[in-house]
């Protein structure tokens, strides 16, 4: 049962151009979501985060948003540059508990 | 500081066999764990630790052990490798409970495989 899903496996977008990344969720006791960002033969590094109290939490280009009602996280990148090129997994911690839940990634490519 | 630190960084094992997957960190984090990447699967819990001596389980513990006899050292062995268990192997340590300033810092992975 994967209660983290990321339904697009990849995405081609334009340099420049805005860059939406989509996950939802199934289990309502997640209170926090983080967004990892992977490049090949590499361990994932934390991009960016939201509390299950906000709707949205801004870092530069990334922005993360949050809608409860639909359990869904979208993460916006803008401008998109090639060394945004990489996989995207987004997670979910389960209130309390010292557990991450992963969703299956996007593959997110940047072109010139 | 190394951060997260794995070794090796490529196994081969034939079915059967057992080996450690080593992990460290140098950031006197209590918190550490084990993840597999599969293709479509993401990143799945294995074992992880809140603290020297005290280990859990995650969603796919079957087949491995761990233990936590120091802060900074988090072995993950597989006690009789399967070809199901080719994957690559991430550990990964925080200061604690997974938050905006605790974050998770990844170690570069393992990638094992069984025949």
């Known amino acids: 049962d994967q209660q983290v899903k990321q339904n697009s496996p990849s995405l081609s977008v334009q340099e420049g151009r805005i860059s939406i990344l989509n996950c939802d969720y199934t289990n309502s006791m997640f209170d926090y979501f983080l967004w990892y960002k992977k490049y090949p033969a590499e361990g994932p590094t934390f991009l960016i985060s939201i509390s299950s109290i906000k709707d949205k939490n801004e870092d530069g280009r990334f922005t993360v948003f949050l809608n409860k009602s639909a359990k869904h996280l979208s993460l916006h990148i803008v401008p998109s540059q090639p060394g945004d090129s990489a996989v995207y997994f987004c997670?979910?911690?389960?209130?309390?508990?010292?557990?991450?839940?992963f969703g299956q990634g996007t593959r997110l490519t940047i072109n010139p | 500081n190394a951060g997260v630190t794995q070794t090796p960084k490529f196994q081969v094992l034939k079915t059967g066999q057992s080996m450690t997957l080593q992990c460290a960190q140098d950031?006197?984090?209590?918190?550490m764990s084990w993840y597999r990447q599969d293709p479509g699967m993401g990143l799945r819990l294995i074992h992880y630790s809140v603290g020297a001596g005290i280990t859990d389980q995650g969603e796919v513990p079957n087949g491995y052990n761990v233990s936590r006899s120091t802060t900074e050292d988090f072995p993950l062995r597989l006690l009789s490798a399967a070809p199901s268990q080719t994957s690559v192997y991430f550990c990964?340590?925080?200061?604690?409970?997974?938050?905006?300033?605790?974050?998770?810092?990844f170690g570069p992975g393992t990638r094992l495989t069984v025949l």
């Open positions: 990964a340590s925080s200061r604690g409970l997974v938050t905006r300033t605790d974050t998770q810092y």
């Open positions: 950031m006197n984090h209590e918190y």
């Open positions: 997670a979910a911690r389960v209130q309390g508990a010292q557990k991450l839940v």
